[in-house]
């Protein structure tokens, strides 16, 4: 019985699936199996790492902020700023507080100092201090 020759559709698809893979190593970049389970797999983690990413951020900013607050003369700390910003409806958030505290570090002095001023002000008209 003579040799057919099959199509062209599932050479097509494993030549889609080794355009994704070609820049893994090894058998993970060659063989057919090999490379649909990489291919679940780093879409799995990538997926998963972009939310990982946004916590990396959230911690990075926040680090920031409380080492320069801490670091200036001021002795605050970040979750304190943080309540007081709320309270004064000040709308920073922290990526910006973060840029701030790196590149302009008494911007965020004044910010942090204009807070404890109006909070002391408050409470020595109350007559709590």
């Known amino acids: 019985m003579t040799r057919i020759r099959r199509g062209y559709i599932a050479r097509r698809r494993r030549t889609k699936i ?3 893979a070609s820049s893994f190593r090894g058998a993970h970049s060659r063989l057919t199996r090999t490379i649909i389970q ?20 959230r911690r990075l900013w926040i680090a920031r902020i409380n080492a320069v607050i801490r670091k200036g003369g001021v002795f605050y700390s970040y979750s304190k700023l943080i309540h007081d910003m709320y309270k004064k409806q000040l709308l920073l958030n922290r990526k910006i507080l ?7 570090k008494n911007c965020l002095y004044m910010i942090s100092n204009e807070i404890i001023k109006e909070e002391v002000d408050w409470k020595e008209s109350v007559g709590i201090i």
């Open 18 to 20: 080794r355009l994704f």
């Open 38 to 57: 990489q291919k679940i797999r780093a879409l799995l983690s990538s997926h998963r790492d972009r939310d990982r990413q946004k916590r990396n951020f």
């Open 98 to 104: 973060a840029q701030i505290a790196i590149s302009n």
